[in-house]
């Protein structure tokens, strides 16, 4: 009886384990199919702009769309480029990507720092204020920073792509929280050598928040390059102008409308692509710089 009850108790046993090991494939299989059907909704919208960009526009208009070039067009991604004058939107984007990347870092930096290392008075409340602010959102100060510039005579310029957004409370709090992680035995003994602030603020605060510095540089520059609204309305020059002070996203808006009024979809769409290539490669190449920024901060508060 005892070996029956044994071999019964072995069988039980193995059913059960014969089960957990079915249930636990069960459960990758249903996992992995899911994420496969994500990615391929996610990625479809980058194939059809691919497929797309290929096409001649007699096979872009066909009632049924197809699901691979009859015959590749290699040629509207040059036509694109004249068309819409790339090389002269890239500039812009460029520059003006750049140029308020490196301003914002230098306000961001000594913002944080003061907010994470130094004592005045008010700071808490001073703080709590900037923290507020990110509740509002941007498009209510459109029309109050739109006359700001007006009165300062500085629509269709630089200036006015710049200089309204290189103060980031974001950015800010995300820095001062990697700096607060900092022990305050490297600042205190920093204060012991003679060391002031500026210093060591440059050589230990900066080199020890390197990956979070990193992210909001990544951050920053796909923002200028992606900006759309405010480029459009304070920047909006006619584009015969060797392409005015125009950024990618609104260049792309107008330049392939024809004379009849029909646009030609597949440069455009060929367009698109050129455009998003370059963040589709910092995301690629970049984007553990990015993830490992933003895991450093927000520990400690």
């Not at 040059?78 to 301003?103: C, D, E, I, M, Q």
Request: charged share 15%; proline share 5%.
């Amino acid at each position: 009886m005892a070996e029956t009850f044994n071999t019964m108790q072995e069988k039980d046993m193995g059913s059960v384990v014969s089960r957990q090991k079915v249930i636990a494939v069960l459960a990758k299989v249903l996992v992995y199919a899911f994420l496969i059907l994500m990615a391929v909704i996610v990625l479809f919208p980058f194939y059809w702009m691919i497929n797309s960009s290929l096409k001649p526009l007699e096979e872009y208009r066909l009632p049924i769309p197809t699901f691979w070039p009859h015959k590749l067009l290699l040629s509207n991604y040059v036509n694109a480029f004249n068309t819409a004058k790339l090389g002269r939107l890239f500039l812009n984007t460029l520059y003006v990507g750049v140029v308020s990347t490196l301003l914002s870092l230098v306000i961001t930096i000594l913002s944080a720092f003061a907010f994470a290392r130094l004592e005045f008075k008010g700071k808490n409340v001073l703080f709590a204020g900037l923290l507020a602010t990110m509740m509002i959102p941007g498009e209510l100060f459109t029309i109050t920073n739109y006359m700001t510039v007006t009165r300062l005579n500085w629509l269709n310029t630089y200036t006015v792509l710049i200089v309204p957004f290189l103060v980031s409370v974001f950015y800010i709090y995300l820095l001062r929280q990697n700096f607060l992680q900092i022990p305050d035995e490297l600042y205190l003994a920093a204060k012991v050598d003679g060391t002031s602030d500026f210093k060591y603020l440059c050589k230990v605060m900066i080199p020890l928040s390197l990956p979070t510095l990193i992210s909001i540089t990544i951050l920053k520059m796909m923002g200028a390059w992606n900006s759309y609204i405010w480029p459009r309305l304070v920047a909006n020059k006619d584009p015969l102008n060797n392409g005015g002070h125009r950024l990618i996203t609104n260049g792309l808006r107008n330049a392939f409308t024809q004379t009849t009024g029909e646009v030609n979809y597949p440069e455009q769409m060929a367009a698109v692509a050129l455009v998003s290539a370059p963040l589709f490669l910092v995301f690629v190449f970049l984007r553990k710089y990015i993830m490992k920024g933003v895991s450093r901060s927000g520990i400690k508060g």
